[in-house]
């Protein structure tokens, strides 16, 4: 039997497999941190629709304030798209999603002249690594971002 004939045929496996075992470990990574901010995203939206529900009308009348604004609810709008953003109402501090910003926050009266309201977040979601796949040659490189989007229709109180 002879034993040195095997000598690094392990160190050339391992060369030969390290590429594919780190992709999937990164693509896993990134799976499960694009999972964890839709989650994150989709907590957020409830929240604030929550919140909105119990701000938008408060003289509890059969239909909402036409048009759906500030002025006709006391700085709900605002106040909603803050708690959405920065986790409170008066806009301050970090946004709880890197990149999410007010103008990602969609709010409206859904259908128009009921006591439905609808808030919705628009949120690019960016991998951490990189932005694109390089294919080396066999084409354009394929972009690994894309955009999550949460809503939540609730009726107001």
Known sequence: MHISSQKGVAAVELTILLPFFL???FATAELGRALYQYNTLTKL?????????NNVDKRVTTTLPSPLSDANCGNCITQTKNLLVYGNITGSGTPLLYGLSIANVNIANAPSGSRQVMVSANYDWQPL?????????????????????????????
Request: glycine share 8%; no cysteine; proline share 2%.
């Open 45 to 53: 939206v409830r929240d604030a629709g929550r919140y909105l529900a």
């Open 129 to 157: 690594f990189s932005e694109t796949l390089p294919v080396f040659g066999f084409g354009e490189s394929i972009d690994l971002s894309f955009n999550l989007n949460a809503s939540y229709a609730v009726t107001a109180l």
């Open 23 to 25: 992709l999937v470990i």
